[in-house]
């Protein structure tokens, strides 16, 4: 009995080595699965993470693409009502000529655009102007070779010094000022 004895404790043994390596696979093993969850789960995370910021890089430049429309179209409906206002008020300066207080104010630019005026002048002026040009000038004392041109609105251009100084006193040339000034302030109050 002695040598089933020892058969029986080295099967004994041998079945606690198993069972001891058994254990340790196991152990080995769940650590492993463990261990390639959170690798997964960081990979996963990256992959999400990678995502989420191209996504939200896309939504920022389909924002700003958004923004950068709606300042273009609010710009074009800016310019667009803003030449409304000057062509209809161009339009309405160029009646002025037709009604009886155009020669009071044709008078007033010619004084303004000749003041401080030394020597030969040119004063240009539409061609339905010529005669009220010339009566204006007699009136002020003022010698000026007056010439028609139909490129010239209500209003008169003075040339001074063989042409080197020109002083542009039309209605279309104080509405151009105007229209300058007004543009920025129009700007302005759409964009608050």
Request: proline share 2%; charged share 30%.
């Amino acid at each position: 009995m002695a040598i089933e004895d020892i058969f029986r404790a080295l099967e004994q043994q041998a079945d606690d080595e198993c069972r001891d390596i058994l254990n340790a696979a196991d152990i080995q093993a769940a650590s492993i699965v463990e261990e390639a969850r959170a690798e997964a789960e960081r990979i996963k995370r990256r992959k999400l993470d990678a995502i989420e910021e191209g996504l939200r890089a896309r939504a920022g430049k389909i924002v700003n693409d958004a923004r950068l429309d709606a300042k273009r179209a609010l710009a074009g409906v800016r310019e667009q009502l803003v030449n409304e206002v000057f062509e209809a008020a161009s339009a309405r300066l160029a009646s002025l000529r037709d009604q009886s207080g155009y020669e009071r104010v044709f008078r007033d630019l010619a004084e303004e655009a000749l003041a401080g005026a030394d020597g030969p002048c040119v004063v240009t002026v539409n061609p339905a102007d010529v005669a009220l040009a010339k009566k204006v000038l007699a009136d002020l004392g003022v010698t000026a070779d007056v010439q028609g041109d139909p490129g010239v609105g209500a209003g008169l251009t003075v040339s001074l010094h063989g042409g080197r100084v020109v002083r542009k006193n039309t209605f279309e040339s104080r509405l151009e000022k105007v229209r300058q000034t007004a543009e920025a302030a129009v700007a302005e109050i759409l964009t608050r």
